[in-house]
């Protein structure tokens, strides 16, 4: 029998820290808009399904096609400041979502993006704790609430952005509230995650890796959840839209094999799954559709006439 290891007190730190970042993540801020890629846009906010205030920008369009957008942990409708700290002490590369809202502009849709609760701007809950989805979802549900019922919005034809713990989010929701998404015509979601594999990756770069155990109840006691808890393996079989999954294949901070099984439990016969190559760093993968927006564009083309 396998004697168990007991964390050094050097190592003890390092879990805390690494939960705490995971449960309580520091706000980024919001440091460019829509403006500074010459797109008028609109200030707006709604309630989310359990009434926390949503912050959120409308980009209109001379169309009838509409994008809801959100954002991963520790990020903002804008993105994330990794060029500025102390941000860039956990990710050195500056993510900017509004080169995706500009490309969506320009290929004619209308967007709405929110910040999910405890980011940006939106409102706290949970005593500031995040879940990758287990409590956002009410965020991403409330997006929908909002649009459906607005005047001119509900008219629309709707897809959807959801990158990273948003688009796990946005899997709840689904499997919670499928009557909210009978409409949704298309799904881009980059890099799904599943906190069990990306968590086990980035403590093993950080010398913990053998106390997995140690995070899941460190992360319990500041009031969040288990890893294995935080996934988007337990909610893709009920994603009954057409979903366009991308991934950083070498991302250093996860397996490839975790999203290849979220894209092989999805239950619709339409979707695609892409890997983009040539960088170990997940944030390139964020940025990836603001860079290179064609896949994107056209996946929701096709899908939105």
């Keep these: 029998m396998t004697e168990k290891r007991i964390p050094t007190e050097e190592q003890i730190a390092i879990i805390k820290a690494l939960s705490e970042g995971t449960v309580k993540p520091k ?28 912050e959120a920008w409308f980009i209109p369009a001379d169309s009838d096609k509409l994008i809801i957008c959100n954002h991963p942990m520790t990020m903002n409708r804008y993105g994330f400041p990794g ?5 860039k002490q956990f990710n050195d590369i500056e993510v ?22 405890n ?19 009410r965020d991403v549900a409330g997006a929908m609430v909002y649009v ?16 990273c713990a948003g688009g796990n989010a946005a899997m709840v929701a689904m499997t919670k509230c499928p009557e909210l998404f009978e409409d949704v015509k298309a799904f881009v979601c980059p890099q799904p995650s599943s906190m ?12 913990v890796g053998d106390f997995m155990d140690e995070l899941d109840q460190e992360q319990i006691k500041l009031g969040g959840y288990a890893n294995a808890d935080m996934s988007a393996h337990h909610y893709a079989a009920n994603v009954k839209v057409p979903t366009f999954i991308i991934q950083v294949k ?3 901070w996860t397996k490839p094999e975790d999203v290849q099984t979220t894209f092989d439990l999805l239950t619709i016969e339409d979707k695609k799954l892409f890997w983009v190559e040539g960088t170990t760093k997940r944030f390139d993968g964020y940025n990836y559709f603001g860079e290179n927006p064609e896949q994107m564009i ?4 096709e899908r939105m006439q």
Excluded at 148 to 163: A, E, S, Y
Excluded at 196 to 207: C, P, R, S, V, Y
């Design 119 to 137: 980011h940006g701007r939106s409102g706290a809950a949970h005593g500031g704790v995040a879940s990758v989805g287990l409590n956002e979802w």
């Design 27 to 54: 706000r980024a801020p919001i440091i460019k808009t829509p403006a500074d890629y010459g797109l008028e846009y609109e200030d707006i906010f709604f309630p989310a399904l359990d009434g926390v205030p949503l």
């Design 96 to 117: 900017d979502f509004n080169k995706v809202y500009k490309a969506l502009h320009n290929a004619g849709y209308n967007v709405l993006t929110y910040d999910m609760r």
């Design 298 to 301: 056209e996946f929701f083309d």
């Design 148 to 163: 459906q019922r607005h005047d001119k919005l509900k008219k629309m034809t709707v897809g959807l952005f959801n990158p």
């Design 250 to 252: 070498d991302d250093i």
């Design 83 to 87: 060029h500025l700290d102390p941000w």
């Design 196 to 207: 069990n594999i990306g968590m086990k990756e980035i403590a093993t770069l950080q010398g």
